[in-house]
């Protein structure tokens, strides 16, 4: 029997491969095809031919490149306790998928020509394709979340997203401006206490000792600045820091205050740097909170889980902390120690009030 796209095969090879192909996993049981085979040529179950025939099927659907046979060394590919020995199992060959057509010329809109000449991939140019109607049919589009906009082009809200580390946005061919998008900023919880002068922001790393503040800053009426007191729910400050602006009245100052440790102190400098790649007020270390936490005695300090590994440089962490603290941040990090900012709480705070005043005294 001839295939169309291979060499002729015995009727039992073309039933054993029809098998194979028909099999929901690439991998098939000999015994399996053995009996497939067996209920194809009825003739096969009992007779002392039966495992050379389908041994020489097998190999025909190998020589045909419709299956592979184990390795003839392997040890676990092959039943041997009868001669000729079968395998275990056998591999389907998955038919050679032929490369996508290359895409039809297309005139793009000029906007789009940038990242025409970089695309090359089908998906690339599914992208621009989509884009191209997109702004065909929204001259005047109103800014929008990405996600929203996602949905208009794929009609699903995530899609876009996994577009933005390829080389079409990563080269600046295409941008979210361009797609009149924009990425939400996280928001963070805060509460506007009304007070005297300047408005500040005070951003706190931990839920228990934001809670401590407020309740400290509350009871404060006469000398408290105007002032938002931010949670900045650990991590998730490195990102919702873009959400200063939302603030009203706008903050001309931000302090932030975290745990002392390597993590605490890479929420605050990747935040910092954000504030500072967008324009915003610089994030200040809250200096006389950190010296609190510095001053305390030694049985404050515990092993920092976030400092285990490798050799960090440490000084550079430590750039963003006032330089009077510097030396001694650096120190408690080489030691792989850390303070948290709890020790920082409520009752620390009442009986600590020049603290809350040295915090928003202008320097």
Same mark, same amino acid.
């Given at each position: 029997?001839?295939?169309?796209?291979?060499?002729?095969?015995?009727?039992?090879?073309?039933?054993?491969?029809?098998?194979?192909?028909?099999?929901?996993?690439?991998?098939?049981?000999?015994?399996?095809?053995?009996?497939?085979?067996?209920?194809?040529?009825?003739?096969?179950?009992?007779?002392?031919?039966?495992?050379?025939?389908?041994?020489?099927?097998?190999?025909?659907?190998?020589?045909?490149?419709?299956?592979?046979?184990?390795?003839?060394?392997?040890?676990?590919?092959?039943?041997?306790?009868?001669?000729?020995?079968?395998?275990?199992?056998?591999?389907?060959?998955?038919?050679?998928?032929?490369?996508?057509?290359?895409?039809?010329?297309?005139?793009?809109?000029?906007?789009?020509?940038?990242?025409?000449?970089?695309?090359?991939?089908?998906?690339?140019?599914?992208?621009? &394709? +989509?884009? =191209?109607?997109?702004?065909?049919?929204? #001259?005047?589009?109103?800014? %929008? $979340?990405?996600?929203?906009?996602? /949905?208009?082009?794929?009609?699903?809200?995530?899609?876009?997203?996994?577009?933005?580390?390829?080389?079409?946005?990563?080269?600046?061919?295409?941008?979210?401006?361009?797609?009149?998008?924009?990425?939400?900023?996280?928001?963070?919880?805060?509460?506007?206490?009304?007070?005297?002068?300047?408005?500040?922001?005070?951003?706190?790393?931990?839920?228990?000792?934001?809670?401590?503040?407020?309740?400290?800053?509350?009871?404060?009426?006469?000398?408290?600045?105007?002032?938002?007191?931010?949670?900045?729910?650990?991590?998730?400050?490195?990102?919702?820091?873009?959400?200063?602006?939302?603030?009203?009245?706008?903050?001309?100052?931000?302090?932030?205050?975290?745990?002392?440790?390597?993590?605490?102190?890479?929420?605050?400098?990747?935040? &910092? +740097?954000? =504030?500072?790649?967008?324009?915003?007020? #610089?994030?200040?270390?809250? %200096? $006389?909170?950190?010296?609190?936490? /510095?001053?305390?005695?030694?049985?404050?300090?515990?092993?920092?889980?976030?400092?285990?590994?490798?050799?960090?440089?440490?000084?550079?962490?430590?750039?963003?902390?006032?330089?009077?603290?510097?030396?001694?941040?650096?120190?408690?990090?080489?030691?792989?120690?850390?303070?948290?900012?709890?020790?920082?709480?409520?009752?620390?705070?009442?009986?600590?009030?020049?603290?809350?005043?040295?915090?928003?005294?202008?320097?």
């Amino acid at each position: 029997m001839t295939t169309g796209d291979g060499p002729a095969l015995s009727p039992l090879a073309a039933e054993i491969g029809r098998l194979v192909a028909s099999s929901p996993s690439k991998w098939v049981l000999g015994e399996e095809l053995l009996r497939g085979a067996g209920r194809f040529e009825p003739g096969l179950v009992g007779s002392p031919d039966a495992r050379r025939r389908f041994s020489q099927s097998l190999e025909e659907l190998q020589d045909a490149g419709k299956i592979t046979l184990p390795s003839p060394r392997s040890r676990s590919g092959w039943d041997t306790r009868v001669t000729p020995a079968l395998p275990i199992w056998v591999t389907r060959v998955e038919p050679r998928q032929l490369p996508p057509p290359p895409p039809p010329p297309h005139v793009w809109p000029s906007a789009l020509e940038p990242a025409a000449q970089i695309a090359t991939r089908p998906d690339e140019h599914d992208l621009l &394709a +989509r884009v =191209a109607l997109w702004m065909r049919d929204n #001259p005047a589009p109103s800014r %929008a $979340p990405i996600q929203e906009r996602s /949905l208009e082009l794929f009609d699903a809200e995530k899609a876009l997203d996994g577009f933005l580390k390829t080389r079409l946005f990563t080269a600046g061919a295409l941008t979210l401006d361009l797609l009149t998008c924009f990425i939400p900023p996280v928001p963070f919880v805060s509460k506007h206490l009304p007070g005297t002068g300047p408005t500040q922001l005070l951003v706190i790393e931990n839920l228990a000792t934001y809670t401590s503040f407020l309740t400290v800053l509350n009871e404060d009426h006469g000398s408290r600045p105007d002032l938002h007191v931010a949670w900045g729910a650990g991590n998730s400050f490195t990102q919702s820091v873009l959400s200063i602006p939302t603030l009203h009245p706008a903050p001309s100052r931000t302090l932030y205050f975290g745990d002392l440790d390597l993590a605490g102190l890479n929420i605050a400098t990747i935040a &910092a +740097r954000q =504030a500072e790649m967008t324009g915003l007020p #610089p994030i200040i270390a809250a %200096a $006389p909170c950190y010296q609190f936490l /510095l001053s305390g005695p030694q049985t404050w300090r515990r092993p920092d889980a976030s400092n285990r590994a490798g050799m960090p440089d440490w000084q550079a962490r430590c750039q963003w902390m006032p330089v009077i603290l510097r030396g001694a941040t650096t120190e408690l990090l080489r030691n792989r120690e850390r303070v948290p900012q709890e020790r920082l709480g409520v009752r620390a705070l009442h009986e600590n009030p020049h603290l809350v005043a040295e915090l928003f005294r202008d320097k």
